[in-house]
């Protein structure tokens, strides 16, 4: 897969180890056909990382990791261009002939967006996430060798001409939701999954029109304290008592972690004043204004297979909507809705980006999918989770009112609780 040749970033003595290699900076000039160099903890001499266990999930890296590594990130200042990086946990583990994934990422640029999922996503697919450094100004789409969309399409070509009988997935972010259609349009020939997460499509219809001109009276840093981009670093800090008293933790015990939980946040908008600059934000905000024109002019000429994940918290965008706009104007799609996540569905706790794609059968390695050869064993966490989902489902509903409850009638066109947890069983147990 295309990545810059690098070193591993450096970390101060007793620091915790970074998250991923970094890579040199580029020369300016067009590059020329992308080369292969992996990151392997080999070369760390760490071990390989442990199997999914019942309390994987309490282990996994969140927002504050996200923050640390994005401001090691931030320290090698540069101004581009765009460059892949293979992150540390991808080492060792993966299933024979795993398909590539390409990650873009959002308004943030920084391509961290996955760092919760490095450790199961590294089992199922050979993972590179795509980097745009603070001061990078490349657009949206340009000459041949100008714009994102452009680079994107030279490593997936690339990376077709390798494997041509595998997949290529491009997981994409608000406006790399943008370049993953984008890219998809341009190839049709080539055999694409695209996995958008809250895509940028819908632009034109959010409260991000006006952000951009409401940041031009805010000096900065005070930038980041606007509710738009607090939602995006943080999410909806109402529902944060309600998370805690959901763990079974009383109000008198949610309270001293609400004032922790409080302060890091505050401590991570610091931080992260360096890595979400105003003009940064402006510029991106431009991109995906230019990006979400350029898309919907062509969506009709988008033949991969898609899957739109979309919260229905998300006070962004109205990712909902949008995501049912797509499912009727794009030929293969499906979609999930999140009703209670927001924005940075892919930070928050509870959601699994690789349980989503096998559960709505998604994963393949192959141009068709095989569900035998494709089996990937559920781990303990996911079998735990559809248990309990399906108990408090079954507690709460008995008879006929468990039909009732879910909004499904004869006729209606709509799926049943019972035909989407046997979707979510089936591909777990019964391939």
Known sequence: MPATTGAPVAAPAGARRPLLFGAAPR????????TTTRCRRAAHGTPPPPSSSSGAAARRRGVKEYVEAAREMARHKDGGPPRWFSP????????????TLLYLPGIDGIGLGLVRHHERLAKMFDLWCLHIPVEDRTPFAGTPFAG????VERAVKSESSRAPDRPIYLVGESVGACVALAVAARNPGIDLVLILVNPGTSFHRSQLQTL?????LVPEPFHLTTPQLL???TGNLMKMPEAFVGRGLSLQEAGPRLSETTSSMLDSLTILVDVLTKESIVCKLEMLKASSSFVNSRLHAVKAQTLVLASGNDELLPSTQEA??????LEKCRTRVFRDNGHKILLEAGF?????????????RTRRTDFVADYIPPTPDELQQAIDHDRERSTSC?????????????????RSYHSEWWERMTYAICC
């Not at 049912?324 to 104007?329: D, P, S």
């Not at 008995?398 to 709509?414: A, E, H, I």
């Open 231 to 233: 939602n995006f670093l």
């Open 324 to 329: 049912e706009r797509l499912r009727g104007a």
């Open 398 to 414: 008995s008879g006929r009112s468990s039909l009732s409850s879910s909004g499904w009638r004869p006729g209606s066109g709509r």
């Open 27 to 34: 020369p300016q000039a067009p590059s020329p056909p992308l």
């Open 148 to 151: 994102l969309v452009e680079y």
């Open 88 to 99: 540390l946990e991808c080492g060792g583990g993966r299933v024979p002939g795993a398909p």
């Open 212 to 216: 951009s001109a409401f940041l031009d």
């Open 352 to 364: 699994d980006l690789a349980t989503t794609i096998k559960g709505a059968g998604y994963y393949r």
